[in-house]
């Protein structure tokens, strides 16, 4: 079973940065893409950024030129590295998984990111 532990959350001035780090374990055979969502109190969740399975990035166009998604794979370890970060990123930042050509099937519990102004 796989399982995705997130870490590196907590509050923030804005313009400030963070950077928020995932570390996966269980994974068996296949080829796997990481991902990061964030959803605000009242919202639906929101996409935020992928990293697919070889290792090709994309972004939502709201963090766009702030973040950067990246990973270990040595430590299976997923980062996204968030700067000039505004109020309205303020969310639960969840870290999910899934075997390539499948949807993400594996979440994380969570981790609170808190931007003020």
């Known amino acids: 079973q796989v399982q995705l532990v997130e870490s590196g959350g907590g509050s923030v001035q804005a313009g400030g940065s963070l950077r928020l780090s995932c570390a996966a374990s269980g994974y068996t055979n296949g080829r796997y893409f990481m991902g990061w969502f964030r959803q605000a109190p009242g919202k639906e969740r929101e996409w935020v950024a992928t990293?697919?399975?070889?290792?090709?990035?994309g972004y939502a166009d709201s963090v766009k030129g702030r973040c950067t998604i990246s990973q270990d794979n040595a430590k299976n370890t997923l980062y996204l590295e968030m700067n000039s970060l505004k109020p309205e990123d303020s969310a639960m930042y969840y870290c999910?998984?899934?075997?390539?050509?499948?949807?993400?099937?594996?979440w994380g519990q969570g981790i609170q990111v808190t931007v003020s102004s």
């Open positions: 999910a998984a899934g075997v390539a050509g499948d949807k993400f099937r594996y």
């Open positions: 990293m697919t399975s070889v290792g090709t990035a």
